[in-house]
């Protein structure tokens, strides 16, 4: 037979094979069959079929004819459509690779067991996923973790017994249904079963590869779930799993998803305010420890949420660092307080930068832009960092401090002594100023070590050239320990909270500076140390003050 009818006859079955060109074969001989019909009306058109020894009429043999290949066509049709209507069916309900029924035959099952059940029982919902599957596809390929999830599939097989049901999901990972669960025993007997049999070691390319699985569960109702809502549950739980390191067992816990649920609102409304500008600065002053005046001040930030109230720093701040917005916000802090301060002569301004947007290679610019813009005198702006700057990179710590120092831009490094690098560190980082952390300050009136801690660095800032600021002074007595140093520089409570623009500007400390800015008619020249009323209690220098946390408006991580 020439190789050209092999070809056609071959071509003619592939087309055969789709149930759409079969559809179209069989409305292609209906057609003819109805052309054909049409045409006896108007005479018989195949006289020529007497010679061949028909008997019958031409147009009633045709009709036969016609009518025994239509019905054969549609016979296998329909059959060929049931089988590949049952396979696609099942293709639809089961994992390709593995052949375990998947995520939409699980809906299916919890959907029917939601319709059908007729007396409450507790069930559970367990799922199972590799830790380090994303680093396993990275390093010995996409190929071989498929075969590591098929490796899995077939250990979780091997395990499942009674009445529980195994699903295979996206990814890596599996479902684990019990359908009746008598006491969490049951759960943890199989949970135990999965981490001793299941996590194993895998062999890819004569490599082993180890590696853990974690599991999260959900336990239930048989009435009144929404299954969804299951499976969104165990999933919490398995991740819940991971964040905790990964190989373990956790239960769900809905006071958890709620604070989950509750920060990821907060993020994206934080996210909002930070598009929006709408960052609010409070002010908090330093004071200098022998004329009592204001030598500075620091800018903090709060943020104002329209449910909420104010919202700690320290927990908006963290969250705009896991988001990346952390130097966004650096910067709209700098700009506004710029601008609002830019009038009050000779005033020293702090403001806070984290470490990362520190060290990032456009800081210099983006300090030298807002400066430009605001007009603001580049030696009436400090910035205060942390040691995590000196820990995370020495080398370019130095480099961007010698910078920003050459440009006339004050460095303070704040939270001294908390870190590992303060005291080694001071010789090789050449900041002008160092802030003693708070928490040496507190206990200076009862703890020794703490007056010799505080002492000792005090005395190492100052032969290094430092000035030196104490933070978070609250008492009396801490004032009357300090005393006994020269030219400090005070900050904390005691003298004045972080307050608001306009009761900055009405603030004695600010009366009371030497260069006072165009919005005050008067200057006091009395020391506002804080010193003991008649009654025994303190007076503050400021009124109408922010009574909220102090916390750096950039805090480092």
């Not at 909420?308 to 320290?314: A, E, F, R, T, V």
């Not at 009136?445 to 660095?457: G, H, K, W, Y």
Request: some cysteine; aromatic content about 10%; overall charge negative.
């Amino acid at each position: 037979m020439p190789l050209w009818v092999v070809g056609a006859i071959e071509n003619m079955f592939e087309l055969y094979n789709s149930q759409q060109n079969r559809i179209v074969a069989l409305a292609c001989a209906t057609i003819v069959f109805l052309c054909m019909f049409l045409y006896q009306l108007f005479g018989s058109l195949f006289i020529g079929w007497q010679f061949l020894g028909f008997a019958a009429k031409p147009d009633v043999t045709f009709q036969i004819i016609c009518c025994i290949l239509i019905a054969a066509g549609v016979v296998q049709l329909a059959a060929k459509s049931f089988f590949d209507h049952r396979e696609l069916k099942y293709r639809s309900y089961h994992d390709e690779r593995t052949g375990i029924p998947n995520e939409r035959k699980l809906l299916e099952v919890l959907t029917k067991y939601t319709q059908s059940s007729d007396r409450e029982t507790t069930m559970a919902l367990l799922m199972i996923d590799i830790d380090e599957l994303k680093e396993i596809n990275v390093s010995i390929g996409y190929a071989s973790g498929d075969e590591l999830i098929a490796q899995l599939a077939s250990n979780m097989r091997d395990i499942v017994y009674g009445n529980l049901q195994l699903f295979k999901l996206s990814g890596g990972q599996f479902g684990l249904l019990f359908p009746s669960v008598e006491n969490t025993e049951h759960v943890n007997r199989v949970t135990d079963d999965i981490f001793k049999n299941v996590s194993s070691v895998f062999y890819a390319d004569d490599r082993e590869v180890y590696f853990n699985v974690s599991i999260g569960a959900d336990y239930f109702d048989n009435i009144l779930f929404k299954p969804q809502t299951v499976i969104r549950n165990a999933d919490f739980a398995l991740q819940q799993a991971k964040k905790n390191g990964g190989n373990r067992f956790v239960s769900y816990d809905a006071g958890a998803a709620k604070n989950l649920r509750d920060q990821s609102t907060l993020d994206s409304d934080l996210r909002k305010m930070i598009d929006n500008q709408e960052v609010e600065l409070v002010y908090q002053p330093l004071i200098n420890s022998k004329t009592g005046r204001m030598r500075g001040v620091e800018v903090l930030s709060r943020w104002n949420h329209p449910i909420h109230g104010y919202i700690s720093p320290s927990r908006f701040v963290e969250s705009a660092e896991q988001m990346g917005l952390l130097s966004k916000l650096g910067i709209q802090v700098m700009i506004e307080a710029c601008i609002e301060l830019k009038e009050f002569d000779d005033l020293m301004v702090a403001v806070n930068i984290s470490p990362t947007h520190f060290l990032e290679p456009n800081f210099v610019d983006d300090v030298l832009e807002v400066l430009r813009a605001t007009e603001f005198p580049e030696n009436r702006l400090e910035i205060e960092i942390t040691e995590a700057v000196l820990l995370e990179n020495s080398e370019l710590a130095v480099i961007r401090i010698r910078e920003m120092r050459s440009l006339g831009i004050s460095i303070a490094l704040d939270d001294f002594g908390v870190g590992y690098s303060g005291l080694s560190y001071l010789n090789k980082f050449k900041v002008n100023r160092i802030k003693i952390d708070a928490s040496f300050v507190r206990e200076l009136e009862t703890s020794a070590t703490s007056r010799s801690i505080v002492s000792t660095m005090i005395h190492l800032g100052r032969e290094q050239g430092f000035e030196v600021t104490i933070e978070g002074i609250e008492t009396q007595g801490q004032v009357e320990f300090l005393s006994r140093f020269e030219d400090l520089c005070y900050q904390g409570f005691l003298f004045a909270k972080p307050m608001g623009l306009e009761d900055f500007a009405r603030s004695e400390y600010l009366i009371s500076h030497q260069n006072r800015g165009p919005l005050l008619e008067s200057a006091s020249e009395v020391s506002l140390l804080p010193s003991p009323t008649r009654d025994g209690s303190i007076s503050y220098a400021a009124t109408n003050q922010v009574p909220i946390e102090e916390t750096p408006a950039i805090l480092a991580a």
